[in-house]
């Protein structure tokens, strides 16, 4: 009993410094990045979008080393899903109707797509292993082809960043940005970092003190858990008025999750894919892309779309539980 009570109070001692952590990282990240006339979407996906992404790309590092490839897949996907259905739905939830300005539907939300379907393209494919069996999984060439894939996006992104009208149509002046800003921002990712951290220990000791499963606790709580810094930046992004921070970290969240998380440790070592991860996982993850990509026609996610995605979200988790 005490020690789930020591547990508890290092979740809610993580939640707190998650929510500084994010504090911190919207707010310098907009500064540094209007500053390098960079769009609020674009700031979104880059530097917020991968600043909260480290903690999904620490324990896929971890897990290489653990010889445990197969968490980096499941950690991945289960990460993807829940920043669409749990972080964009608790969003709007929380702020009644996210609207944002930047209109995805022609290319954001297509190049999304795209990425999540080169993704599964990848992760269909069977490897032999040493052993003889023969497994679903991604290969050394494919975490290559992944890794380009991301690099180019980013290319792409950079070359086509409107954000000198869009900052004339706002009227946004450029804010004046020194070392502190940058120093504040580290210390806002690593707050994000450490929170993740001790978040995810803390629910998998948790959950190991309840007895669930290993192959759960990696692609609900463990994906939850790194999903966090998405949910807090995205939930005070939007709060403060900067729908386009909140949407921008979730697309460059899941972009980055697909292609460098996966693809960087894929380097390393074949990463096993398990069946709850492949039957359930995989396809959940689609059909949450094609739910944002109806989102994004509107450029709105109402409050009751926002219920629904977390209903949503709570049947992918009884059916990889194994509840129905």
């Given amino acids: 009993m005490l020690e789930i009570l020591i547990w508890i109070l290092i979740f809610i001692a993580a939640l707190f410094v998650l929510v500084k952590g994010a504090d911190y990282v919207v707010e310098n990240a907009e500064r540094i990045g209007v500053s390098w006339n960079l ?117 792409y992104s950079f070359s086509h960043n409107n954000d000198y009208a869009e900052r004339l149509a706002q009227k946004i002046r450029t804010p004046h940005v020194n070392i502190y800003n940058y120093i504040l921002f580290a210390v806002g990712v690593l707050g994000v970092i450490i929170g993740a951290k001790y978040a995810v220990d803390a629910v998998l000791n948790l959950s190991a003190l309840f007895g669930i499963g290993v192959g759960i606790i990696t692609i609900l709580a463990v994906a939850l858990g790194t999903s966090l810094p998405e949910l807090f930046v995205s939930v005070r992004a939007a709060r403060i008025g900067k729908p386009e921070i909140a949407v921008g970290n979730i697309f460059g969240s899941n972009m980055f999750n697909m292609l460098a998380l996966v693809g960087i440790p894929g380097l390393f070592g074949t990463l096993i894919i398990d069946e709850s991860t492949y039957y359930i996982g995989l396809p959940t993850l689609l059909v949450a892309t094609l739910i944002f990509l109806i989102s994004g026609i509107t450029n709105k996610v109402h409050r009751w779309d926002g219920i629904m995605y977390l209903f949503v979200y709570a049947l992918f988790a009884f059916k990889i539980t194994g509840i129905f």
């Fill in 39 to 155: 769009s609020p979407f674009l700031i979104g996906v880059t530097i917020v979008g991968i600043g909260t992404s480290l903690p999904e790309l620490v324990t896929a590092i971890v897990a290489m080393a653990k010889d445990a490839g197969e968490i980096v897949v499941a950690n991945a996907v289960g990460s993807n899903i829940a920043n669409i259905l749990v972080v964009l739905g608790v969003a709007a939830i929380i702020t009644r109707n996210l609207h944002f300005d930047k209109s995805l539907i022609y290319l954001d939300i297509p190049i999304l797509l795209t990425a999540t379907l080169l993704f599964l393209g990848t992760a269909i494919g069977r490897e032999m292993l040493p052993s003889g069996a023969s497994t679903f999984a991604v290969n050394f060439g494919e975490s290559i082809f992944l890794i380009s894939a991301y690099i180019a996006y980013l290319i």
